[in-house]
């Protein structure tokens, strides 16, 4: 990709209620030995991880609740500052419940608790990050709420991070080492003022829920981005679908996505977002020219990732949208963008591409695919191109590329496969409605263009199909057409890509 359930228990009994201490005690120096870890995002995974599973004995040994009826019932625990937020989960059990009872400020991140619901209330965690300094050289790294754990739930949270231009992470699902966030929930939470609202370290995580929550002044929304190499027991399966080239495909099981209801907007004295949504298992094989942020390993480690694909068992992007339920998600790259994933649904989505075009190659998509992208249906969205143009206009309503980023070049061995693109309303003006480059069984029809303008010339049209040369004969053989149905073959212009590293011809 271009970069830049509940934990609620129905309760037979009147749960008790505990408040946690407020003193500073072994708490405040575990959680401050998490942030020191935290704070490097490439080398600091094996002392994270000792230090997570410090705590994890220590909730073991001195926990008020181990085992017996009550743990299966589960406790509320209160908090009212930062210290007593972190000794509260830390002392919980699966199914417990920490209610935050009061605004709190912080400048270290929250560990969140294997099967612990942390219910905000409807206050807010302001993190006042400390930036960089000669005292905390990497302090911009730190995330405000780290999910290591399985199945936490986290809502009703406000977290403010109060700089948009800041470069840290306000909840960071941590599945590097051998640390998974499978069946994280997240429901209600208004995210605001970072880099980014939801990001991802290591392997993508299973069965994860996203729901009615707001993302607000942020670089990007929900950024899901893949890094097999920093993670443990990356399990694949070698799966009896293969490339156009004939190249198998690794599985990485996703199991359930559900991203729905959410809103993303920045406010007029901020930039628009970059992206929206982002799910990208692409970037973590080995490259010609290295990933930005993928700087861990060597070539030939990475080498191993190249076809690896993560495949969800049931996986919807659903009813997201702007400011109010008729705004648009704006942003000024993609609104929302899919690589090297299987099985999604995205409908019934909002999203605008806005600002103007930083040079003439400059590329934007209300929604793209890309990359070895499998079985993705693209239904019911409404997309609206408004980026303005430098040169040569390079944005579309949606897009369905290869991989032609970091030095690589369009090949089928990178195409997106079996892409259903149909009943979307796609306005505005741009080079193309949808663009399909390189890919195989790109399923076109009752789309609505008729507020939409397509660029003149470049034989471009409504829907634009680019075939690559593969070889680099010059010559755009039988195996290397990009193949398609439409709806109505006058809407349809076929192109050859020679220039592979550019998608525009």
Request: proline residues 3%; without cysteine; neutral net charge.
């Amino acid at each position: 990709m271009r970069v830049g359930g509940s934990g609620n228990v129905a309760r037979t009994q009147a749960p008790r209620t505990d408040s946690s201490e407020s003193g500073e005690g072994g708490t405040q120096t575990t959680v401050n030995n998490e942030a020191q870890q935290l704070r490097n995002p490439t080398d600091g995974n094996d002392l994270l991880n000792q230090d997570l599973r410090r705590l994890s004995m220590r909730r073991s040994s001195g926990g008020e609740v181990s085992a017996g009826s009550e743990a299966e019932i589960g406790r509320v625990r209160t908090a009212s500052n930062a210290t007593q937020l972190q000794k509260a989960l830390n002392d919980s059990s699966p199914n417990d419940t920490v209610i935050l009872d009061a605004n709190i400020s912080t400048n270290r991140p929250i560990i969140h608790r294997e099967g612990v619901t942390l219910d905000g209330a409807g206050h807010t965690i302001t993190f006042n990050n400390p930036g960089k300094s000669d005292a905390e050289p990497l302090g911009h790294n730190l995330p405000a709420l780290v999910v290591s754990e399985q199945n936490t739930t986290t809502k009703n949270l406000k977290i403010d991070g109060l700089n948009i231009n800041g470069k840290y992470t306000l909840i960071q699902l941590q599945n590097s080492g051998s640390r998974r966030a499978n069946g994280a929930t997240i429901d209600n939470v208004t995210l605001s003022n970072a880099a980014a609202g939801i990001r991802n370290r290591g392997v993508l995580p299973q069965d994860l829920t996203i729901t009615d929550s707001k993302f607000r002044n942020l670089n990007k929304g929900i950024d899901l981005s893949r890094d097999s190499l920093i993670s443990d027991n990356v399990y694949t399966r070698a799966a009896s679908r293969k490339q156009p080239d004939n190249s198998k495909i690794d599985i990485q099981y996703g199991g359930s996505l559900n991203i729905s209801n959410n809103s993303f907007f920045n406010q007029a004295q901020h930039p628009p977002m970059v992206m929206g949504i982002n799910i990208d298992a692409g970037n973590d094989g080995n490259n010609p020219t290295r990933a930005p942020g993928y700087g861990a390993g060597s070539d030939q480690q990475r080498q191993q990732f190249n076809n690896d694909v993560t495949q969800y068992s049931n996986a919807v992007i659903s009813g997201n949208h702007g400011l109010t339920g008729s705004d648009t998600i704006k942003a000024s790259q993609f609104g929302i963008a899919l690589a090297r994933v299987g099985n999604i649904l995205v409908t019934k989505n909002k999203v605008e591409t806005v600002g103007t075009a930083s040079g003439a190659e400059d590329f934007s998509s209300g929604i793209n695919v890309e990359n070895m992208s499998h079985n993705i249906v693209v239904d019911e969205n409404l997309i609206r191109v408004s980026r303005k143009a430098v040169g040569r206009q390079n944005n579309q309503g949606i897009s369905v590329l290869s991989f032609q980023d970091h030095g690589n070049s369009a090949h089928r061995r990178n195409a997106s496969t079996v892409i259903t693109i149909k009943n979307n309303t796609i306005e505005g003006f741009g080079m193309s409605g949808i663009l399909g480059v390189t890919v195989r069984d790109l399923i076109v029809g009752d789309n609505d263009f008729s507020n939409f303008t397509h660029k003149s010339g470049n034989g471009r049209n409504m829907v634009s199909i680019i075939s690559s040369d593969d070889n680099g004969n010059r010559t755009i053989e039988a195996h290397e057409k990009t193949t398609y149905s439409a709806f109505d073959g006058r809407l349809v212009s076929e192109n050859k890509l020679f220039d592979r590293a550019d998608p525009i011809p």
